[in-house]
């Protein structure tokens, strides 16, 4: 149509169609053709459509042309030449462009060399091109800018353009697009720069392994591909997606995304002779690479600087090595991993990153690697490396920090890290990485090498062992890694690892043949262990040293420990020598009947003429220890009859003297101390001594039914004995009375007065709260000091001179007499001393003579002689003689009238000529200013004395709540014991076999008895301990101190020996049977003896007569004085003793009382509680007192 020389041709809203060839000037045109340089053509808002040219004679044709396209759309436009445009040789002002146009269903776009093209916002869809000419362009030497284009539906057989030219692509998309050709982009010998492309159902199917996505050739000069902002998924190429070839190149990939690709090879894959590579910032994930020879899906080789920064690989698979990288035949690295995450991915080994040297990799070659902040996580080998594979020698040289190696999985070895050898070389410091949670096989196994040494786990001295010819010796071989770890090798990888064991003889004295026959020596490893259980050797008595061998291994390995020396021995006597053809010794193990329970109850003993025979009719079948019958079918039972025998003659012997203990209290039960002690309490407590000793009947426990009879007659025996000694003791502790409590009198005076109030006895003369002691040294014409310490363990001192005395207590005695205060002090005195003077101007004289004075200004004289004399302002006088005289007589009228304020009273009513009548001592609280002492004293006694009475009475209930539900648990456990032993005895699960092999009944009980035991040992540490309290204590019984005494027998030689029994002695029934027989019967006759003497001694020395001091614990310090003394004669005391009855008795009855919880009363059961408690004792008291 247009054949332009020299012109600018504008060609503008037009339409073409269906164009064919002209000639003009000799030259063909279809629309433009030029024959010179400076040529323009334009065309804009232009529709080409449905043009087939079928001249080779393309639609514009020229040199140098400068073709400018816009808003045009070329549809459906082809040339048999095989291009559209034909354009060659621009100058420096020369240009293509090509913006906001389509180009569906044409031809390739442009031909020629030398152009310059600008493609801009641009479509090219729809195009099948057949013949092997580039979709686009295949100038070369050219220059090609494209940005903002989108490419789809494309089927060609070439690349889109010609790999010889400078390419820059800018914001690219590229949709279903299939190529058959090496690659969709071919870029050799130039500088390439592609950004923001976007590509997705990209198919090329070129040659297998050799199709691309990008190939980049660098040449053999230095050039460089910058990828950035690549996006690309869902795409399938026969070969490695993105391939760079050449001698050396610099690439860099950033900020990119690769995913969904399914590679016949690597998905990126550099095999330069050297290489920059710098990917940061990648998100690498669900890619495939299914070529089994290729590795990784991201391959480096040879010599590399290669940095991986902040990038992400996950869910990728290659079916060769290397889930994500694989970096091999490695000759130099620079290599930085930093900040990276590996999740995820699968490979036959090395299921994130496998490494392998170089064949020239140079030992002394030094190497930057630096591995920080990464982790691999999830990652899975097939085979070996669920994390990382390497044989890389260099990676000792890693500086590494922060990195995560955490439950990744391999198939065979090494879940986290592999090295097939020296990996002290082939790893990274260990230290340095967190390394955990890796398993092979569910096994943990973090980190692994192949197998390093074989070792002999066998301990034997001195690596030296003796066996018999023809015995087995067990042997035991691991497998080790170089890290000492055993290889578990769940997956049997080293199953056919063959161990074969050898002997050679340590001193080679045969001349012919072997000298020695061997048997299962043989063995393979199954989970990293290879057992011999049935090797034997057969030789002649002879030492050989043992050897190893491997087979079906090609790789080196070691042996430790295996120099084992073995010394083979004759048979011993219990086997029998036979011979073989070869004439080597071995023995045999005797044969029996079949009727014989070899290794079961019996053991088959050889004939006594046994070698080279092995009859098992002549053999003997040698019952086991516990068994008996011609063919040891019968269980033999320990004999108790010698027990038993023994155990019927002594109880009933003890069972005798019981019952007639109980008879006699019984017939006695009228006697003082039984009635006062309690004849119920003694009663139950013989009783309970009974049930015990018949418990020892049953003893041997030969049947369920002893079992239980030993068990109920036991515990229920010693809890009549523990609950009689604990009331006896908790009483005493509760009303016992010590230094710290209220004193017995005021006890049974308290409940002496009218309103319940304590009031003063009048019988008494002088009441101190601490009791003092009179001594009275013989008469000597020399001074003496004597320092003696009293039952109360307080030390008095005394001046002692002729014929008179000075005695005071030592501690401070106050009186309160209207508001004067008077002072007892302790002084020191000297051996010229008659009268003791303290710094309070007050003295206590006792005066034998026959004159007494004192001038203080209150004094206490009692005076013994023919005159006494007291001139002080207030005195007292108790005059024993002739004359007596007392200046002060109305001291004693004023004294008597205010006994309510004085806490010091005297009264001499009992004074009958030289009979002297002292009563305790008692300082009671000094009350304060304006109160009422008496009062005060009376209601502080009364509060104390009630609640001692509240803490008795809980005592009893307590009991009588507790106790029935122990009889009733007891019952309730013995029912469960015959249901149990009677399932058992029909299971034939009843007996036991006792160390010394014979037999005996298994009675089921040893948990139930053993607490019951720890019970009683409580209950009895209990008693023991306030035993222990009470034991200086006044007002109890005597019986308590026996108690005590027989508490701590009871914790030695009763339930403590029980407890020992059974849990050390439990298959030893009858050195069992023997200890408890004898220890406990010691240790409850001894609490019988001492529980009970005290009674038989008080009855055949007193009869019916009375004396509670023979059991009841009742100190009179007044009596103790005067006997100290030496001043009582025996009409004093015995009215000491008349004097002190009254109150012992009241203080029995007091305990009576106290232990009464319930009565009958018409036929009726009645409690009575501690207020009625308290009534019943004020009347009880007050009619004593009428």
């Known amino acids: 149509m247009i054949f332009n020389q020299a012109s600018s041709i504008t060609l503008d809203n037009c339409y073409f169609s269906k164009l064919g060839k002209a000639i003009a000037f000799n030259y063909d045109v279809v629309l433009y053709t030029s024959i010179n340089t400076n040529n323009h053509l334009k065309i804009s808002n232009s529709v080409f459509e449905d043009i087939n040219i079928e001249s080779k004679t393309p639609m514009i044709n020229s040199d140098g042309l400068v073709l400018e396209i816009y808003n045009t759309t070329y549809r459906n436009c082809h040339s048999n030449a095989g291009y559209l445009f034909n354009i060659m040789n621009h100058n420096e002002k020369g240009y293509i462009t090509i913006d906001n146009s389509i180009f569906q269903d044409t031809a390739t776009l442009i031909h020629g060399n030398s152009i310059n093209c600008n493609i801009l916002n641009s479509q090219f869809n729809n ?115 993105i391939k760079v070839i050449g001698d050396q190149s610099k690439v860099n990939i950033e900020n990119s995304e690769i995913h969904d690709i399914s590679s016949f090879g690597s998905i990126i894959e550099l095999l330069n002779e050297k290489n920059e590579i710098m990917m940061n910032d990648l998100k690498f994930y669900n890619n495939i690479n299914n070529d089994k020879l290729s590795c990784g899906n991201i391959h480096f080789i040879n010599k590399l600087n290669l940095t991986i920064k902040n990038s992400k690989f996950f869910n990728n698979f290659c079916k060769s090595n290397g889930g ?75 500086s590494t920090k922060n990195n995560s190696i955490i439950y990744n999985e391999a198939g065979i070895m090494g879940g986290g890290l592999y090295s097939p050898k020296s990996a002290n070389k082939n790893l990274f410091n260990l230290n340095d990485f967190v390394i955990e949670n890796n398993t092979v096989n569910s096994f943990i196994d973090n980190y692994t090498t192949k197998p390093s040494y074989i ?80 090797f034997r050797i057969f030789s002649k008595p002879n030492t050989y040293t043992m050897k190893l061998m491997i087979e079906n291994y090609n790789d080196d390995i070691m042996f430790k420990n295996s120099e084992l020396e073995i010394k083979v021995n004759s048979c011993n006597e219990n086997q029998i020598k036979m011979y073989n053809k070869k004439g080597i010794l071995y023995c045999e193990t005797p044969k029996c009947k079949p009727e014989c329970p070899v290794g079961i109850t019996a053991s088959c003993i050889p004939d006594s003429n046994n070698e080279n025979i092995n009859n098992p009719n002549k053999n003997i079948c040698s019952c086991y220890s516990g068994w008996e019958g011609q063919y040891c079918q019968n269980k033999k039972f320990i004999d108790f009859n010698k027990i038993k025998n023994s155990i019927t003659t002594i109880n009933i012997a003890i069972l005798s003297i019981l019952l007639v203990y109980i008879i006699f209290i019984v017939h006695y039960k009228d006697i003082i101390i039984i009635k006062d002690e309690g004849c119920n309490k003694i009663l139950l407590f013989s009783i309970g001594i009974c049930l015990f000793f018949i418990s020892i009947f049953f003893i041997p426990q030969l049947n369920y039914t002893e079992c239980l009879l030993n068990f109920v007659t036991k515990h229920i025996g010693i809890s009549f004995l523990l609950i009689i000694q604990y009331i006896y003791v908790s009483l005493g502790l509760e009303l016992g009375i010590s230094n710290k409590k209220l004193s017995k009198d005021n006890i049974v005076s308290t409940f002496k007065s009218n309103d319940g109030i304590p009031s003063m006895n009048s019988d008494i003369s002088i009441s101190v709260n601490s009791p003092s002691s009179i001594f009275t040294p013989k008469q000597q014409e020399t001074n003496k000091i004597i320092n003696q310490k009293t039952s109360d363990n307080y030390s008095t001192s005394y001046s002692i001179k002729s014929n008179k005395y000075a005695i005071t207590s030592n501690q401070e005695t106050t009186i309160n007499e209207n508001n004067k205060r008077m002072s007892i002090i302790e002084s020191q005195y000297s051996n010229n001393c008659e009268n003791i003077v303290n710094s309070n101007g007050m003295c206590e004289t006792i005066n034998y003579g026959n004159d007494a004075s004192n001038n203080n200004e209150m004094c206490e004289t009692i005076n013994y002689g023919n005159y006494a004399s007291n001139n002080n302002e207030m005195c007292e006088t108790i005059n024993y003689g002739y004359v007596t005289s007392n200046n002060n007589s109305d001291f004693d009228k004023n004294r008597q009238n205010k006994d309510h304020q004085n806490s010091l009273q005297i009264n001499t009513k009992n004074i009958n000529k030289n009979k002297l009548s002292i009563s305790h001592i008692n300082i009671n609280d000094t009350p304060k200013n304006n109160e009422n002492p008496n009062a005060l004293s009376k209601n502080k006694n009364y509060k104390a004395i009630k609640k001692s009475i509240k803490r008795a009475h809980s005592i009893f209930i307590d009991i009588c709540i507790i106790y029935p539900i122990f009889i009733l648990i007891t019952l309730l456990v013995s029912v469960l014991i015959i249901v149990d032993e009677r399932k058992r005895e029909d299971l034939k699960i009843n007996t036991i076999q006792n160390k010394n092999g014979e037999w ?187």
């Open 127 to 241: 195009i099948e091109i057949k013949n092997s000419m580039p979709a686009i362009s295949d100038s070369k030497y050219s220059k090609f800018t494209i940005s903002d284009t989108k490419f789809y539906n494309l089927n060609i057989n070439h690349a889109l353009f010609g790999e010889e030219s400078i390419y820059k692509l800018n914001n690219i998309k590229l949709s279903k697009i299939k190529t058959n050709s090496k690659s969709l982009f071919h870029f050799i010998y130039n500088n390439i720069e592609i950004s923001n492309i976007e590509a997705e159902n990209i198919s090329c199917l070129g040659e297998s392994g050799n199709t691309s996505f990008i190939l980049y050739d660098s040449g053999e000069t230095k050039n460089y591909l910058s990828i950035k902002n690549l996006h690309i998924c869902n795409s399938t190429t026969n070969g490695p997606l």
């Open 324 to 398: 994500a990288i694989c970096i091999e035949n490695i000759s130099k690295i620079d290599l930085e991993l930093n900040h990276n995450e590996f999740f995820n991915n699968k490979a036959m080994n090395g299921g994130a990153l496998y490494l392998t040297n170089g064949s020239n990799l140079k030992e002394n070659e030094t190497m930057n690697i630096t591995i920080q902040n990464n982790i691999f996580q999830k990652n899975i080998a097939n085979d070996f490396g669920g994390a990382i594979y390497s044989n890389f020698s260099k990676l000792y040289l890693a």
């Open 455 to 534: 070792k002999l786990e066998n301990e034997f001295s001195n690596n030296f062992v003796n066996i018999t010819t023809g015995s087995y010796l067990h042997l035991l071989f691991k497998l080790y890694d170089e890290y000492d770890n055993i290889i578990e090798d769940p997956t049997k990888n080293y199953s056919s690892m063959i161990l074969k064991i050898i002997l050679k003889e340590k001193y080679n004295n045969t001349s012919e043949g072997t000298p020695y026959s061997l048997s299962e020596n043989i063995g393979t490893f199954i989970y990293g262990k290879c057992e011999f259980n049935n």
């Open 1000 to 1186: 005996t009944y298994k009675c089921n009980i040893n948990n139930i008895n053993i607490i019951y035991h720890f019970l009683e040992m409580s209950i009895l540490l209990v008693i023991l301990c306030k035993g222990v309290i009470i034991f200086k204590y006044e007002c109890i019984f005597r019986c308590t101190r026996s108690i005590t005494y027989s508490s701590l027998t009871s914790v030695i030689l009763g339930p403590a020996i029980n407890i020992f029994s059974i849990l050390f002695l439990d298959n030893q029934q009858y050195e069992k049977t023997v200890l408890e027989l004898m220890l406990n019967s010691i240790c409850y006759i001894i609490c019988f003896i001492l529980f009970s003497w005290n009674i038989i001694f008080y009855i055949i020395k007193n009869g019916n007569k009375t004396n509670y001091k023979d059991y009841f614990v009742y100190v009179d310090h007044d009596e103790k004085l005067c006997k100290n003394a030496f001043i009582c004669s025996y009409e004093i005391i015995d009215d000491f003793k008349e004097k002190n009855n009254p109150i012992i008795k009241d203080y029995i009855n007091f305990y009576k009382i106290c232990s009464r919880t319930f009565e009958i009363s018409g036929r009726k059961l009645k409690y009575i509680d501690v207020k009625s408690k308290i009534k019943i004792i004020k009347e009880t008291f007050k009619s004593n007192s009428k």
